[in-house]
């Protein structure tokens, strides 16, 4: 099998909290959906997971062995560098912010006054966050890199040099990003894109020429350009309050600029708000939080942004994380990372989607004062603070990586469940099925939906508050087939992978 999975029959083949003979019975009157794979067309390198890495904030961990452990355990993955906000301020000779803007203000490529973001200036004496010292870390963990573009405080002859020399160095120039949040009117307090690049069309104007360059300069590098999805509100299936025109009509003025003929995929920012707990009691919260990445996806793809992206080009989710400010006592569950994991297996199920990164690998200042509440950016990490490849988040998706990461193919399985989703991915080596369920109830799988007869299953799990960095205990277990054998119980909570046995 090759290419993209086909359902070639219509019955569900997740059955909730069923017994071992309803499932029997059910299977013989409804044959289960059978999965099929055809049509390759992926690119080569294929589908990937991966964090955000934040250059500002990462090199000082680049000796401890735990968190090495965790980044490896995403199956080569992508490395987005240096970040994101900070891109837009960062030189990559020197591996900090430019020079100027570290003490107050600094001037762009055009020469326009620009006041860069109050943190960036208390990098004073900043240890170097270089290139060489990435190829380090790529090295070590066995990952490649994205590379964001500077387009604020960086020339494109500047960016093209910096790409140029990072292959030099030894990390090959895989996939590009062309911006970081264009599209926003105001960051970090400042209105610096906005101030040089007014309209879409005029961002498009700068990044064309670059990715010219780029395209001349790395051949098969992939290139993407930023798309603006917006938050939606899952109580009423709609867009969130707080968008301006800018935001809604980037994607629409970008694809009328013709962006769409110099870059392979659209890249897109995801920070859906969970809901807080307003009094529930835990099973009642919990099973709220279980149905709502569903809830926020299917919105998602209702909103016009999303219909816009073309059919024809892939997509990079380059940064995914909850916004917890209306609950900030599920920073690092389990349920956190149950959370996160289902929305890259949504994200997985469109035939476009190649990468998705987690924000971020070790957490910055910035994110801080989001999930800590009233807390001021700092330097200093809160207290209690973790990174988060060592949290539940970094748990969950090692164990969905294990089965996507270099796919080919991916394929949404449908669950009948609530709160349980699942994909199956086939890559040169292995054919493989997810199921990440976040229901307090057990699901039945059937593998026959995806040709198999026999498989072998492992299952991660936890309990659902429990805080896997502070000493929660996640527990590991084989899954052994039912009667028939190829019926598969499910537990709750748990990110359970299968693996077909020829």
């Not at 996939?175 to 610096?192: D, K, S």
């Not at 009328?256 to 835990?282: E, K, V």
């Not at 799990?461 to 277990?477: F, V």
Request: glycine content about 6%; overall charge neutral; proline content about 8%.
């Amino acid at each position: 099998m090759n290419g993209k999975f086909r359902a070639v029959s219509s019955a569900a083949v997740l059955l909730a909290s069923c017994t071992p003979a309803d499932i029997a019975t059910a299977a013989s009157e409804n044959p289960p959906t059978v999965i099929t794979c055809e049509n390759p067309g992926r690119p080569p390198l294929g589908v990937a997971l991966g964090y955000n890495v934040n250059a500002l904030f990462w090199e000082e961990h680049y000796g401890d062995p735990a968190l090495l452990s965790a980044v490896r355990s995403l199956n080569a993955p992508v490395l987005r560098v240096p970040g994101g906000t900070e891109a837009d301020y960062f030189d990559w000779d020197a591996g900090r912010p430019v020079e100027p803007c570290r003490y107050g203000g600094c001037r762009t490529w055009d020469d326009a006054q620009l006041t860069p973001p109050s943190l960036f200036q208390r990098f004073t004496t900043f240890r170097r966050s270089t290139t060489s010292a990435f190829a380090t870390l790529a090295q070590q963990v066995g990952g490649t890199a994205l590379f964001v573009t500077n387009t604020v405080t960086a020339s494109r002859e500047d960016n093209a040099r910096w790409l140029a020399a990072a292959a030099a160095v030894g990390v090959p120039v895989q996939r590009v990003e062309l911006a970081n949040e264009p599209y926003f009117g105001q960051v970090e307090g400042t209105n610096n894109t906005s101030v040089l690049f007014p309209t879409a069309e005029s961002h498009v104007a700068f990044v064309k020429p670059l990715a010219v360059t780029l395209r001349r300069q790395s051949p098969a590098a992939q290139l993407a350009y930023p798309a603006f999805v917006p938050r939606v509100d899952v109580a009423t299936g709609g867009i969130s309050a707080g968008h301006d025109e800018r935001m809604l009509t980037w994607t629409q003025r970008a694809l009328n600029a013709d962006i769409a003929r110099d870059i392979d995929a659209f890249a897109l920012h995801f920070y859906p708000r969970l809901p807080g707990r307003r009094g529930q009691s835990d099973a009642a919260y919990l099973t709220e939080l279980s149905s709502f990445p569903e809830a926020y996806w299917r919105a998602t793809l209702g909103t016009p942004q999303w219909k816009l992206l073309p059919t024809d080009k892939r997509l990079w989710i380059t940064e995914l994380n909850a916004s917890f400010a209306d609950a900030p006592e599920l920073v690092g569950t389990w349920m956190h990372g149950l959370l996160q994991a289902q929305l890259a297996v949504l994200a997985l199920q469109d035939p476009r989607m190649d990468l998705v990164l987690q924000h971020m690998l070790t957490g910055n200042p910035q994110w801080q004062a989001v999930v800590h509440p009233g807390r001021t950016p700092d330097i200093v990490p809160a207290p209690g603070y973790q990174r988060y490849a060592l949290t539940a988040t970094g748990e969950s998706l090692a164990a969905v990586s294990a089965v996507v990461s270099g796919a080919r193919c991916v394929s949404a399985i449908p669950t009948g469940q609530a709160g349980a989703v699942a994909i199956a991915a086939e890559s040169s080596v292995r054919r493989s099925v997810v199921v990440v369920n976040a229901a307090a109830v057990s699901v039945q799988l059937d593998i026959r939906s995806v040709g198999w007869m026999t498989a072998t299953a492992s299952v991660v799990t936890a309990e659902p508050l429990s805080k896997i960095a502070a000493g929660g205990a996640i527990r590991r277990t084989a899954v052994v087939p039912q009667s028939p054998a190829y019926l598969y119980r499910i537990p709750p909570w748990s990110v359970t992978t299968l693996v077909r046995v020829d």
